[in-house]
């Protein structure tokens, strides 16, 4: 797959995203290749109740409605989330809505939670629950949102949590979508402690988390955690797609593109603020990082910053499957050099530093 990735990306990076992205999943789809079984001894993980091989995540965005679970997973990644997720089928913002910015090695897209619902969505993974290979093969995250025109938003999210439960792994409440107007609001306090009282009232054993944006001001993150604690959700994913624009971006024409801005700009303050939940947290339960990772130094400064898990997607685009790779060795390698005995030994080492550092 790596060599295979090699050969097609002059010729992906020429269509524009959209395109390029099918042809990912078709690919996925279509060329038969081996799990990737090596194991990283340091690297498993246990957070939310559940079990990890190893840390890294394809985030959600990619696979959108479950088409390419298992070849996402046979690339070594340790879960995958899926989404998101809307409870009727829409299609999203008009096109062009995604746009590449190769010299920064970032992406912004609006594509505004296109989706082809959740009958579709979880017919796929209960298919999926009936292997009992694929069971054991890596976890799966559910991301879910609300329907654009929905005149019940928190009413969608609780119909998806009944929906998805007993076919997902973990459900990951998206509150955080720049490209659903009136989507981000919900981050407000008494809005998300409404949502969530509802979505945890619905909740059976499947762990719940709450997914938010890096553009946060740490007094609406202190009432995100407030909330979050008081509702007792499992877990934080630290971050959605950022809707501000680095001074210092050299794609200067495509980053006046509206929708999220996702890659390598986003790692400073996605990470800057993934410390400063580590620190608020306190060990209530885990975070998952997200972020511009895109190579070993940058996936380890997620796990000194607090995050347990950590995700990517972006990187990808540039790099290919053997970033996977990579990443995994690296972290070990960073593990035996610094004396940890495993991963968790590590989580949130230099939080405190890393909330310290400039994010401008």
Known sequence: MPDLFQLMRPIMHLLDGEHAHRMSIQALNLVPFSRNTRLFPLLPVEAFGLSFANPLGLAAGFD???????PVLKLGFGFTEVGGVTPLPQPGNP?????????????????????????????????????????????VGVNIGANKDSPDRVGDYVSLVKGLSDVADYISVN?????TPGLRNLQGKAELDALLARVMEAKTTCPILVKIAPDLELSD???????????????????????????????????????????????????????HTYQRVESAFPLIGVGGIGCADTAWTKICAGATLLQLYTALIYEGPALVGRILHGLEARLKEKGFASLQEAVGCRARKIGKRDWQ
């Open 95 to 139: 096109k062009p809505r995604v746009f590449r910015l190769p010299k920064d090695k970032a992406v912004i897209n609006r594509y505004g939670l296109n989706s082809a619902g959740m009958d579709v969505v979880r017919a796929r993974l209960e298919f999926r629950k009936l292997e009992q290979h694929n069971r054991q093969s890596g976890s």
């Open 175 to 179: 509150i955080s979508s720049p490209n």
């Open 221 to 275: 993150l202190d009432d995100v955690i407030e909330v979050a604690k008081k509702r007792g959700i499992d877990g934080l994913i630290i971050s959605n797609t950022t809707i501000a624009r680095p001074l210092n971006l050299l794609e200067t024409k495509l980053s006046a593109e509206t929708g999220g801005l996702s890659g390598q700009p986003v790692f400073v303050r996605s990470t800057w603020l993934l410390a």
């Open 64 to 70: 959108k409605n479950a088409e390419v679970v298992a």
